[in-house]
């Protein structure tokens, strides 16, 4: 949605049903190439699209069925999911940096979002009060998401409990 409403201030224009049409779909397609979105995420947003469509047409406030048209087609492209091995993430925890503190910092801020699971802009944020105890053991995270507002949850590996007494938290 709020892409739909940003491309339409960039384009300086208000859409209607009417409007959705393959002139609008090449545009869409553009603005979000000129964002530099990657066919998957802008083939989500056309497809996010196509279900307003499709609800709005079944509930006879839209008699434009162009989003059926076969070229209205959701853009995707195969990705190679690209990963670190428990092994390899082990390897690179006990390489030792003590000599070099700022590249211990980088590495380690790096294996806590390894280990939580949580984007940058989550983990950077963790303070002494995310963290929840069982006892008088770390046991989980507990914050708030800064992309979704949304409370996240997080069982602590070993690996991040390390780290997180490490320094202090």
């Known amino acids: 949605r709020a892409q739909l409403l940003e491309f339409q201030i960039s384009m ?17 397609v553009e603005f979000f190439q000129g964002k530099s979105y990657s066919p998957n995420t802008t083939g989500k947003h056309i497809k996010n699209l196509k279900v ?43 390489v030792n940096l003590r000599d070099r503190p700022n590249y211990e910092i980088a590495r380690d801020i790096f294996l806590l979002g390894c280990n939580t699971g949580l984007r940058y802009s989550d983990y950077c944020r963790i303070r002494p009060h995310h963290i929840q105890y069982e006892g008088d053991k770390m046991s989980f995270l507990s914050i708030y998401n800064e992309k979704t ?17 490490k320094y202090s938290c």
């Open 12 to 28: 300086n224009l208000t859409l209607t049903f009417e409007d959705i049409d393959m002139n609008f779909y090449n545009k869409f």
């Open 149 to 165: 507002g949304k409370q996240t949850v997080v069982p602590l590996r070993t690996a991040a409990k390390k780290i997180l007494m």
């Open 52 to 94: 307003i469509m499709r609800s709005a047409y079944e509930e006879g406030l839209n008699s434009n069925e162009f989003y059926t048209h076969k070229k209205f087609k959701k853009l995707k492209a195969s990705v190679d999911a690209i990963y670190l091995t428990e092994e390899e993430l082990e390897r690179f925890e006990e």
